[in-house]
Structures are given as C-alpha cells and as structure tokens.
C-alpha cells in the first residue's frame, strides 16, 4: 500500500512555486490564502521569504518582460505586471525599455504567422486584429501593415 504524501507546510507550498518561476508577492498570497491555517501565518512567512530575496519584485518584472516579450506588445505586458500586483514605477519602467523595441517586435511576430502584407480590406483587418490582440497599440499595427521602413522611429 503506497504512503500518503505528507502535506506540505505553508512555506513547503510558497518555496514550491518560487522553484517554479518569479512570483510575485500578491501572487503568493492569493495562491496560499486558502492553505493559512492561522491569521497572520502567511504574511510572516512571505515576509521572511522577502527579507531572504526569495521573492522579488524586480525579478518578477524582469522575468515577464523576458518570456513575453517576443510574443506580446507594450500594452499586453503592462496588462501582465499589473495584474501580479506589481509596483507601478517598476512596471514604468519596463514599459519604457519595451517602447524602443516595440516596432521590430511586432514585426517579427507578424512575419512569423503572415506570409505577405495584406491584399485587401479584410485581409488588412485580421492581420490588424492579430497584432492588437497581442498588445500592439494602433500606430505600430499601421507601421506594419503599411510596410514603413524599420529604421523610421516612433
């Protein structure tokens, strides 16, 4: 007969998935609140977990703009940061980074799933939309669709 599993303590759980990817604080707590057995339980252990950089938001921002940034636009990493509860001026200043490369990103992903530039008004349409849809604003979309030369800044 196998041995049950024993369950893993609050911290067990919290160093669990930090070996996994960057979390960020309010991510931890959202994902752990449900496991805290007593009140207080789990803001001692995520400040001890801070005070030993075990999480840090920092990295956290790094790491997204990292993985995502070949697929995503500007606007869909910010979506990103801010929903892991990030702080603004962090997230501020990983979008700033992110604006200087945003034209060849997005080129790069549309050359990756388009063939040729659009041939007519409904093609243009759903080129458009797939590239908006990954976080592209506006003005980079029509650059790209309009073939505008890549050393033409924003």
């Known amino acids: 007969m196998p ?29 752990l609140a449900p496991h805290e057995e007593e009140p207080g339980q789990l803001a001692r252990i995520l400040d ?16 997204v703009v990292h993985r995502r940034s070949g697929k995503l636009g500007a606007m869909r990493i910010r979506q990103e940061l801010q929903s892991k ?7 501020h200043a990983a979008l700033g980074q992110l604006k200087s490369t945003e034209l060849a990103r997005a080129r790069d992903v549309w050359a990756r799933k388009f063939d040729a530039p659009p041939a007519d008004a409904a093609e243009r349409g759903k080129q458009a939309r797939f590239l908006a849809a ?9 650059r790209v669709l309009s073939g505008s030369e890549p050393d033409e800044a924003l």
């Open 3 to 31: 041995m049950p599993r024993p369950t893993l303590s609050l911290k067990g759980r919290a160093l669990r998935l930090l070996s996994g990817r960057e979390h960020s604080r309010a991510e931890l707590e959202k994902k």
């Open 48 to 63: 001890e977990l801070q005070a030993k950089d075990f999480i840090n938001e920092q990295r956290v921002v790094d790491s």
């Open 85 to 91: 509860g990030l702080d603004s001026d962090k997230v």
């Open 134 to 142: 990954r976080g592209f604003d506006g003005e980079v979309v029509r």
